[in-house]
């Protein structure tokens, strides 16, 4: 990855804007949403600065830059139309290790701004790390679409109830499933409809009825020539609830990244051509742990008198197939 993604604390910022035309504007209604603790340095600004400034009662210096403002900043936005200037204010932040970002200069820049889908406090943020800037507009877009404005009170709705459904529904994997189950079947219908007591009422009486602990099994994925494009539907969804993967050097590292990131991994020395390492994966399955074992290409598995004598559920799936 060129960029890192992630998420910073809105209650940390303390940001400062240089600049006061239309760009600065811009990248001030959007840092808006998240934080007031915003100055702006501009000897000039326009009607939309002065009014959010005046609205929200931010700091306004006035004057253009100079040295010396940014020391107790976490955020810096250059946005002035001089491109040496916007350079003396990136060099300045990087000497104090602050966060800075450049308008129209990525080169000079030590984060940039995604596009954002807000459904707070759900928030997606989609990035091209700025190769293509149209086809992330046409991919939030089509994300957009998708999403209910409020879906975000499914967020509120989940965060509610997490501690209750912890307690009464044991192990991860029947947790996601529980919640899957529920955000996507009419209790979910309900919250997005605004009938949330509705929702709770049906909720408090699902987790009243007695939840199974969670069944181990081994999932057996053949991967044929290793392109994630062909990961069969079934076969991302069992890699999205895995509790442990075993693999090998064969396997295309990238098919690690479509595992559940909290999963156990367990890469393998000895090729799964030569060994299977059975006897792991039949004492994780034991303990209720669905384990996936990825396979490169699509040799049969050979017969181990453990797994069938232990009783544990056994898939095998063949991507593209």
């Known amino acids: 990855m060129k960029y890192f993604p992630l998420f910073v604390d809105s209650k940390r910022i303390n940001a400062i804007i240089i600049g006061g035309g239309d760009v600065a504007a811009r990248k001030l209604e959007l840092l808006l949403k998240a934080s007031s603790n915003i100055t702006i340095m501009s000897a000039q600004i326009n009607a939309r600065i002065l009014h959010l400034i005046e609205h929200y009662q931010l700091n306004w210096l006035k004057h253009n830059y100079q040295t010396g403002f940014l020391t107790d900043k976490t955020l810096v936005i250059a946005a002035t139309d001089d491109r040496q200037v916007n350079k003396a204010i990136a060099e300045e932040a990087l000497q104090l290790s602050i ?27 989609i990035s091209s790390s700025g190769s293509a800037p149209v086809l992330v507009r046409m991919l939030r877009e089509q994300v957009d679409k998708l999403l209910p404005d409020a879906y975000g009170k499914l967020a509120n709705f989940s965060f509610k109830f997490r501690d209750h459904v912890k307690a009464r529904v044991k192990g991860i994997r029947n947790r996601r499933l529980f919640w899957e189950n529920t955000l996507s079947g009419s209790i979910g219908k309900a919250v997005l409809s605004g009938d949330e007591i509705h929702a709770e009422q049906h909720l408090i009486a699902s987790l009243k009825q007695q939840v199974p602990p969670p069944a181990g099994e081994i999932v057996f994925i053949h991967t044929l020539d290793g392109n ?23 396997i295309n590292e990238q098919l690690i990244d479509y595992i559940r ?9 000895i090729s799964s051509t030569i060994l299977l390492n ?3 994966a039949i004492e994780l399955a034991a303990q209720g742990k669905k384990v996936i074992y990825l396979l490169a290409g699509n040799d049969p598995l050979p017969t181990n008198s453990a797994l069938t004598q232990s009783g544990i559920n056994k898939q095998t799936l063949i991507c593209g197939a």
């Open 261 to 269: 990131r909290d999963a156990e991994k367990y890469p393998q020395e």
């Open 99 to 125: 966060l800075v970002n450049v308008v129209d200069q990525p080169e000079l820049c030590t984060y940039i701004t995604p596009a954002i889908i807000d459904r707070s406090p759900m928030i997606i943020a």
């Open 228 to 250: 994630p494009d062909n990961l069969t539907l079934k076969a991302h969804r069992e890699m999205q609830f895995a509790d442990a993967v075993f693999y090998d050097l064969a």
């Open 278 to 280: 059975y006897q792991h």
